[in-house]
């Protein structure tokens, strides 16, 4: 792939998180976005490389003062708040999606990798936050209400990137990992 189409790629799932992190059910302390489905689908779709690296520009610009993270926020105060566990769990989470997702076979194989990822996210995410509200506040209030969410952005991420991947462009031998 031509290094001009990989940036355009992952500028493009970069702006897809920064959408996705704006459809959100507020809640406290951590709302409910569909940004997982867009940082997993980075995974999928652009591989482990370029899938990370749309995570970490996405992460770079919310840090750099862009208002795109959840409910429109910004700045560097979101990576050490009750967000942060989240947030740094993202990059690793495209990470193991993309060095993995050619390797389930299957439907059934991907969907548990995306449960996966997601359990990878809410546990770091859930963890962090258990340092400053507590392990029972923090199950309640920032893992349990996503766990429904979890299974079916799981399920939307499966579908979306076995329909992008027919594409030319998202091929795994157009984009090698």
Do not use: N
């Not at 409910?32 to 490389?49: E, Y």
């Not at 989470?93 to 389930?104: M, N």
């Not at 349990?144 to 399920?155: C, E, N, R, W």
């Amino acid at each position: 792939m031509r290094p001009l189409t990989s940036a355009v790629l992952i500028l493009a799932f970069a702006a897809l998180m920064a959408l996705c992190a704006q459809i959100t059910v507020p809640m406290t302390p951590v709302s409910m976005t569909m940004q997982t489905f867009a940082v997993l689908l980075a995974g999928a779709v652009l591989g482990p490389v370029r899938g990370t690296a749309a995570v970490l520009l996405y992460l770079a610009l919310g840090a750099a003062g862009l208002p795109i993270l959840s409910d429109g926020a910004s700045g560097l105060d979101h990576f050490a708040g009750s967000t942060a566990g989240y947030l740094f769990a993202f990059p690793l989470a495209a990470l193991l999606v993309g060095l993995l997702y050619d390797k389930a076979a299957g439907w059934l194989a991907r969907f548990g990798l995306m449960l996966a990822a997601h359990v990878l996210i809410l546990t770091l995410g859930g963890g962090w936050l258990a340092t400053s509200i507590g392990l029972s506040a923090a199950l309640e209030h920032g893992v349990t209400p996503f766990l429904i969410g979890m299974t079916v952005k799981s399920a939307l991420v499966v579908l979306a990137a076995e329909g992008l991947r027919r594409l030319q462009i998202f091929r795994p031998s157009a984009t090698s990992h």
